[in-house]
């Protein structure tokens, strides 16, 4: 090989490997926001987002935000805070009922007195008073009810449990996948510089003579390569944010930067016990059992209740009130003439005692112009007062009723019958929830051995890409090598360095996928040391 050739080699493999390394395991080379601005990378796409003001995150504060502002558990607290009180509701039922009440009519003409006796009036009536009822039985059917919606309000604080449990797995993973995001992101944009300071490089070798167009082509193909996947990647990268910030209820035009330090792989759960004692855990940790048998136990005393259709009721009650003319105290005064008879038409004597009020047959006085047809008694007039304010009662009583068979019974049949088979799908959807989480369990395990296995291959996979870029180079460097197989070389690379990145995301999926299933889920349990 010509010397000038060789040494022209020589000064290209110095300074292609005067660039950093395209991923460090401990920290970014460059931020997200600094790649964005940057116009070093290619064309960058226009962003939706203030890139400028970046909100950085950690994994624990992602998840103690998601635990204060995620709508899902706002929901599910809601609807806790809604059979609360549908339970007190059913509570009241055990107390007595307070009324109060007041009636004022005004009668004037005719009515009908027992439905036989026709009375002429002109008067006002009024009512008032204060009962209470306690209906102490109904079939039983309140205090079952109340049995049910106490074992509704217990299955809704648990299915609070369970929606914060699947919050923390749900923005984990969205939290992980941005790590990754950032991660790719760093990785792409060092492998588009070094891609770039590649096809520089033999650019000048052609000048010079040294290098072929073939090389130069080959690297220019590279180099739109490494422009197309960064460009995909700043979408990917705010796709991700985009969507944590959903589940965090933020912004969406926030710019999220995870903390690099979460990019380490966590052991948060020992497999190295048997599969049954796993399955035992979940069993008794998962919030979606309890829920389920809760709910299945309230809908048996829904049964119960249903059968009060078929038994008598009771209701204790008292009153007190008044009836009378107006409800203030008022004294009326009438004059009175005693003994006065009025004649018929035909002449006889009709019996009663006149006076300026209103009644059947009824002589006013002011009428009488003459004496021919009324006979006056020796009494004289006198005036009548009368307290027609409210007059007092009170009563007390029991009582007791029984609808013997509403729809001839077919109602109160159909209500048990409906009762018992909601009871049936209950029932079934335990089986199918047990099932679902032993599935979950063994999933998740065989995930967790998968993911700690390719974890260890992924770390080969970099050593050897790593040997095998320092052998191009060397035999490069001695004029054995080509160019084709140092840039075949560097792209295993910085191909095993992103899978390096998602063999740690992934195994940190699968263990929070584990500790979900098994229903241990927790901040402590995600973000403990390992």
Avoid: C
């Amino acid at each position: 090989m010509p010397a000038k050739r060789y040494n022209l080699f020589f000064l290209f493999i110095i300074f292609l490997f005067s660039f950093n390394p395209a991923y460090s395991n401990n920290t970014l080379t460059s931020t997200p926001d600094e790649i964005f601005m940057s116009g070093e990378y290619g064309t960058p796409i226009k962003l939706e987002a203030r890139i400028d003001v970046p909100m950085e995150l950690n994994l624990e504060q992602a998840l103690k935000l998601a635990l204060l502002q995620n709508l899902d558990i706002t929901l599910a607290k809601n609807q806790r805070d809604l059979d609360k009180w549908k339970l007190w509701e059913n509570l009241s039922h055990y107390l007595p009922n307070y009324s109060l009440g007041v009636t004022n009519q005004r009668f004037d003409g005719t009515f009908l007195v027992g439905g036989v006796f026709a009375v002429m009036s002109l008067t006002s009536n009024v009512n008032a008073y204060m009962r209470f009822d306690y209906p102490f039985f109904q079939g039983g059917k309140g205090f079952f009810n109340t049995l049910a919606a106490n074992k509704i309000f217990k299955s809704s604080k648990e299915n609070l449990s369970a929606s914060m449990k699947d919050v923390l797995l749900f923005v984990t993973k969205a939290y992980n996948q941005l790590l990754r995001e950032q991660a790719q992101l760093d990785v792409l944009a060092k492998s588009f510089e070094e891609a770039k300071a590649v096809y520089k490089l033999n650019q000048n070798l052609e000048k010079q003579g040294a290098g072929t167009t073939f090389d130069v082509l080959q690297s220019e193909a590279q180099l739109a390569e490494q422009e197309q996947l960064f460009i995909a990647q700043q979408a990917n990268f705010r796709d991700s944010a985009i969507n944590l910030s959903r589940l965090l209820n933020l912004e969406q035009s926030a710019h999220i930067r995870p903390s690099q330090k979460d990019l380490t792989a966590k052991k948060l759960f020992n497999i190295d016990k048997p599969i049954g004692e796993i399955l035992k855990v979940a069993f008794d940790n998962r919030t979606e059992i309890k829920k389920a048998k809760l709910e299945y136990n309230a809908q048996r005393n829904y049964i119960a209740a249903a059968y009060s259709g078929f038994l008598p009721s009771a209701n204790f009650y008292g009153q007190y009130g008044g009836t009378g003319h107006v409800f203030f105290h008022r004294t009326k005064v009438s004059e009175v003439i005693p003994d006065a008879i009025a004649l018929d038409a035909s002449g006889n004597p009709v019996i009663q005692m006149v006076s300026r009020s209103r009644f059947l047959d009824q002589t006013d006085l002011s009428n009488i112009t003459s004496v021919s047809n009324v006979i006056k008694g020796a009494g004289s007039p006198f005036l009548s007062s009368v307290d027609d304010s409210l007059m007092a009662s009170r009563f007390i009583g029991i009582q007791v009723g029984w609808n013997l068979a509403e729809g001839l019974g077919l109602t109160t049949l159909s209500k048990i019958n409906q009762a018992r088979n909601q009871a049936k799908l209950y029932s079934v959807n335990i089986v199918k929830i047990n099932q679902q989480i032993e599935q979950e369990v063994r999933l998740a395990y065989l995930k967790a051995q998968t993911t700690e296995k390719l974890l260890e291959v992924a770390v080969k996979r970099i050593n050897a890409a790593g040997e095998a870029l320092r052998l191009a180079k060397l035999r490069l460097q001695n004029g054995v090598g080509i160019n084709t197989e140092l840039l075949g070389a560097q792209k295993q690379h910085s191909e095993s360095l992103g899978s390096q990145v998602n063999a740690i995301v992934d195994y940190n999926n699968a263990q929070a996928d584990l500790l979900h299933s098994l229903g241990l889920i927790s901040i402590e349990s995600l973000t403990r040391n390992n």
